[in-house]
């Protein structure tokens, strides 16, 4: 094993060399095609096919990504067969039966995909993040959020609820009480307590509910929290 550099266009031995190098483990044609690494090969223009180069008179690299082509290479072929490729113009076309042959020596592989698949194959062996605690931003929503996602469900109005505090608006309801030691912009209400609250006491349906905790994506972080009250609950 000698490559240090990767070419552009990487045939299956340096392809399979260079990821060794990278990730400390051997690779075959197999590996990359399950990894969804596209093999190619250059096609020299023919005048019997006119349409498949078009202006590309010079050839061009033609990607092999057919299922039936790729898992025959996957299996062992000892020979590369294309019947659907992509034209100069990567127009997905049919090749005439029974497709093109070529030796396996000409298979090349792009390098920016090659070190895609070391990027992916790094992170997903690496560890879980450790979980980090609540910041302000998990701990609860703004008052512009919450109207965002509730405002257009309930007959009253929720930025003058909200700013009074009272009842299920406040800090023995779903308004978050230690936010309220900071600037008032900051302050900041649980979202699940507040959905509960519209609708045990403003009769809010919870099919409503539920479509603002699938819709705001600022709602993520308690979905899974609405989802295990909608169960408690029977819902």
């Known amino acids: 094993m000698t490559?240090?550099?990767l070419p552009y266009r990487a045939s299956?031995?340096?392809a399979c060399d260079w990821l060794e190098q990278q990730l400390e483990t051997p690779w075959t044609l197999a590996e990359l095609i399950e990894h969804g690494v596209t093999p190619y090969v250059w096609l020299d223009y023919d005048a019997t096919y006119p349409e498949l180069f078009g202006d590309a008179n010079g050839g061009y690299a033609a990607p092999i990504f057919f299922e039936g082509d790729t898992a025959r290479l996957a299996a062992?072929?000892?020979d590369v067969l294309i019947t659907i490729t992509k034209d100069a113009y990567k127009i997905v076309t049919t090749l005439p039966a029974p497709g093109f042959r070529r030796k396996l020596h000409e298979l090349r592989f792009l390098k920016k995909e090659l070190e895609k698949l070391v990027k992916t194959v790094r992170r997903a062996a690496e560890p879980p993040p450790e979980p980090k605690a609540a910041s302000e931003s998990t701990s609860g929503i703004y008052k512009e959020q919450a109207i965002a996602a509730f405002g257009a469900l309930v007959k009253l109005d929720l930025d003058?609820?909200?700013t009074g505090a009272g009842g299920i608006f406040g800090d023995e309801g779903a308004r978050i009480k230690a936010s309220t030691k900071k600037a008032k912009s900051k302050i900041v209400w649980n979202p699940v307590v507040l959905a509960l609250g519209l609708h045990d006491v403003h009769r809010v349906p919870m099919r409503g509910l539920?479509?603002?905790f699938e819709t705001h994506a600022f709602l993520d972080p308690w979905h899974a929290e609405w989802e295990r009250s909608l169960a408690l609950l029977g819902h």
């Open 76 to 78: 062992g072929s000892d």
């Open 210 to 212: 539920t479509r603002a």
């Open 12 to 14: 299956l031995e340096q």
């Open 160 to 162: 003058a609820a909200l």
């Open 3 to 5: 490559i240090t550099i």
